[in-house]
Every structure is written in structure tokens, then in C-alpha cells.
């Protein structure tokens, strides 16, 4: 098959996935096609089967902002006649999904839309009166839609109104680069005493609950000797960064910016802390369990799906602090616990969301696709 994947090729979640998946499909034999604004951040070496499609937006100055959403749609459609693409596969309702049916009406019928709703399109985008009609209408005009979660399908339904099927196809790890790796002279950088670590990784958002991370922290410091290790950037930050002056905290908490070797990273961690508000999948707990980091995180979205609470980490309620706390303290305070939550975690990622399952559920979508034409 010759396949098209838009997605954004920043950090973040979705443009992982999409770049990992790209990168599975180009392994098993299929023209791959990348259209986007840039490199995507993971598509690592070359592949004889994967190619990159720049979308190069002109400026003009009858436009006040350059008109990206119109030179995506023409990239899609030069693209899919010149490799005669089977399927455009785009993640993101917006802009991409709209973006793709134009292409489409370019091209023809011939060419099938697959769209994957990743989260923010829907849990913040649909919220907006002035995007919702685009979003269901995207949604709508794709030939086949998939979400990350269970959950995210039941918020587009309730929220957008939307009546077309949507199939649950989960995010995953590929097993072959998530493992615990050895990292014990790197850990003693940071816990040179042998200290236990913890670990957030986040874009830094208000949706993360970051504040809560460094109370909770805080209340596990009280008790034992560990260390936090925080992991990316972004707007609170600095919020962050205040609140552990004010506690006191700067000798045992660490910051790391944005790194790219996930793994290596999170194998220094003992449990991975993810307080989201919103996390309509939490691939961050998908890597951690997979590195055999339990995980404490919230009941939000989809986060029950990934973490099996009790078997592979533990799940509160949003906001309890103290709750996640005891927790994270039974976890590094109980060997045998802990050591029976990790053989879970790394069980589960590699059974549920194995990267060669979950590429081949992506498949299967795309031939039952092409056969009904």
C-alpha cells in the first residue's frame, strides 16, 4: 500500500504515534509518506520506503496570515496523485482532517481519509462554538475514524453530536526500544545516597496539575529521602520553579528539559507521577509501565485503560494529593509490591499495546478500506 500520515511533527503524543507508526508500517513493506510542515522530531534513519513531503507555506501580503490550512490541502493533493496513496492517514480532527477532504475532492473518491483523534482536538477544540462544526464536519467526511481511548470516543460523542462509528485503536510502544535500561551511573548523579526518584514528564500545561506534583513530592519527603526529576518544558514552569523555592525543595529536585531518549530517562525513575486533569490516553504512563515504572496518576479520561489500578500503579481521584502520596510511599517503602507492580506494567505494555498489534490493527482498517472501494 502507499500511504500518506499527517501529523504535527513536534514533541507531543500524537506526532510520536504517528511517526512511530509510519516508521512499523515502512517495516512492513508499504510506501510511507510523510506531509508536513517539517521533519518529524522521530523519524530517526533512512528508510528505503519512507519519504518526507514539505509543506512550504508562501507569504503574501493580500493574506494577513499565511494560509497553511490551503497549502496542506494542495501538498495532500499533489502528493496522493503523484504516489497514487491508497489512504491519507492524518491524526487531529484540526486542521487535518478538513484539510484532507479538500484533498480528496481534488483527487477522488480513490483516495480513502483515515483520521485519528488523538485528545486535544476534541477535549479543548470541541469546546469552542466557532471549531465544533468543523471538528464534527472533519469527522463526519472521513471514511473511517479512530480514537486513542474508549473514553475519548464517548466525550466526541457526547460533546460534538457525532453519529459516525468510531473504532478504539490504542497508542502503543515499541518493545524493541521500551525496556528498563541500564542507567545506575546516571541515576547517581541525581541520587548519589541511593535515593529513591520520581518522575514527571509533562508539556507543563495547567491540564498537567503540575503544582500538584511538587505537593505531593513534598509530602513523600517528609518521610523518606527521594528525589524529583522533571522532565520538558512549557508555560508553568516558572509557577513550578516558585513553588519548590517556597517549600524548600531545590536540592532534591532536578529539571531536564526536553530529551529525546524517553527510555534511557525514564529507566532512572523508580514511579512515574502523572496528576493530569485530562489525558485522554497518557502515553507517558504507557513508556513508564513499559520500563517497568509503575505508575500514580489520576482517574481522568483515559488513564484507566493504560494503568490497571492496583495491578500496574495507582489511580485517585483528580486533586488528591494526599492520596497519591500514600500511594507513591507504599510503592518505594514495599519491595515485594513493588517488584510485582513492575512485572505487571511491563506485561501489560507488551501485551496490550504492542507495537506490531496495534500496527497491524492500523493495517487491517486500511485494506477493509481499500476493498470497499
Not at 3 to 29: D, F, H, N, Q, W
Not at 44 to 70: A, C, Q, R, T
Not at 144 to 152: H, I, P, R
Amino acid at each position: 500500500m502507499n500511504i500518506g500520515i499527517t501529523c504535527y511533527p513536534s514533541l507531543g503524543g500524537s506526532g510520536v504515534v504517528a511517526t512511530e507508526l509510519g516508521k512499523l508500517l515502512a517495516e512492513r513493506g508499504h510506501q510511507v509518506h510523510f506531509i508536513t510542515s517539517s521533519m518529524p522530531f522521530r523519524l530517526g534513519k533512512f528508510h528505503p520506503n519512507i519519504f518526507y513531503h514539505e509543506v512550504e507555506v508562501s507569504h503574501y501580503d493580500v493574506f494577513k496570515y499565511p494560509p497553511y490550512d490551503l497549502t496542506l490541502a494542495n501538498r495532500m493533493a499533489q502528493v496522493a496523485k503523484n504516489e497514487k496513496l491508497d489512504v491519507l492517514h492524518v491524526h487531529y480532527a484540526v486542521p487535518h482532517a478538513l484539510c484532507a477532504y479538500l484533498a480528496k475532492q481534488m483527487v477522488g473518491e480513490q483516495l480513502k481519509i483515515v483520521t485519528t483523534l488523538h485528545g486535544t482536538d476534541i477535549t479543548v477544540l470541541g469546546y469552542d462554538s466557532s471549531l465544533s462544526s468543523l471538528i464534527r464536519f472533519g469527522i463526519e467526511q472521513s471514511d473511517m475514524v479512530t480514537a486513542v481511548s474508549n473514553d475519548l470516543i464517548r466525550q466526541t460523542k457526547e460533546l460534538l453530536d457525532v453519529e459516525k462509528d468510531i473504532v478504539p485503536v490504542y497508542n502503543f510502544v515499541d518493545k524493541r526500544r521500551y525496556y528498563r535500561k541500564e542507567v545506575s551511573e546516571i541515576k547517581r548523579v541525581f541520587a548519589p545516597n541511593g535515593e529513591k526518584i520520581i518522575m514527571h514528564i509533562s508539556n507543563f500545561r495547567p491540564v498537567k496539575r503540575t503544582q500538584d506534583v511538587i505537593e505531593v513530592f513534598a509530602r513523600v519527603r517528609e518521610r523518606m529521602k527521594v528525589k524529583l526529576l522533571l522532565i520538558g518544558e512549557g508555560p508553568d514552569l516558572s509557577m513550578v520553579r516558585q513553588k519548590i523555592s517556597e517549600k524548600g525543595l531545590e536540592g532534591d529536585v532536578h529539571f531536564l528539559g526536553k530529551q529525546e531518549d524517553v527510555a534511557e530517562v525514564i529507566s532512572m525513575a523508580d514511579v512515574m507521577l502523572l496528576p493530569s486533569e485530562k489525558e485522554s490516553f497518557g502515553l507517558v504512563a504507557l513508556e513508564a509501565m513499559a520500563c517497568g515504572v509503575p505508575v500514580v496518576a489520576s482517574l481522568a479520561g483515559g488513564l484507566p485503560e493504560v494503568v490497571l489500578d492496583g495491578v500496574c500503579g495507582f489511580l485517585r481521584p483528580i486533586g488528591d494529593v494526599a492520596g497519591m502520596a500514600e500511594q507513591t510511599l507504599l510503592l518505594l517503602q514495599d519491595e515485594e509490591l513493588y517488584a510485582r507492580f513492575s512485572r505487571s506494567s511491563i506485561e501489560r505494555s507488551c501485551e496490550t499495546f504492542c507495537h506490531d498489534k496495534i500496527a497491524s490493527e492500523y493495517e487491517s482498517l486500511y485494506v477493509q478500506l481499500i476493498k470497499q472501494s
